[in-house]
């Protein structure tokens, strides 16, 4: 399994930008997908996840502003992130919680970081 992450880059304050993140690989299904930041330093936090029933989960510092939606099968997710602070410079990182076949247990998957860079 596989998760590529892309869509980071910089942007000045106030701007978007929309994070895309395409898992590969053998897959029975996607229970959760998830998006998580991590400024180099600090302890990754969980900014925004959905299940595959569609209920999502915002970090109350990105409620209002960050979008997260996946496509039906979970293989590709998204991230729309408005308004941008400075605060929300950070590497992101997308993670799958999921089942690769039918009888195996529920495993947890992570993507590559792709910087967020927000300019004041």
């Known amino acids: 399994v596989q998760l590529q992450a892309s869509g980071g880059g910089l942007v000045e304050a106030g701007g978007s930008l929309r994070l895309s993140c395409a898992a590969s690989g053998s897959i029975f299904s996607i229970d959760v997908n998830a998006w998580y930041r991590q400024i180099p330093g600090k302890t990754r936090e969980q900014v925004a996840q959905?299940?595959?029933?569609?209920?999502?989960n915002y970090a109350n510092s990105v409620k209002g502003r960050f979008t997260i939606d996946r496509d039906n099968d979970g293989r590709s997710v998204y991230l729309q992130m408005d308004n941008l602070s400075p605060e929300d410079t950070a590497n992101y990182y997308c993670?799958?919680?999921?089942?690769?076949?039918?009888?195996?247990?529920?495993?947890?998957?992570w993507g590559q970081g792709t910087l967020v860079t927000v300019s004041s």
């Open positions: 959905v299940t595959s029933g569609g209920a999502t």
């Open positions: 993670k799958i919680i999921a089942r690769l076949t039918p009888s195996s247990r529920i495993t947890e998957h």
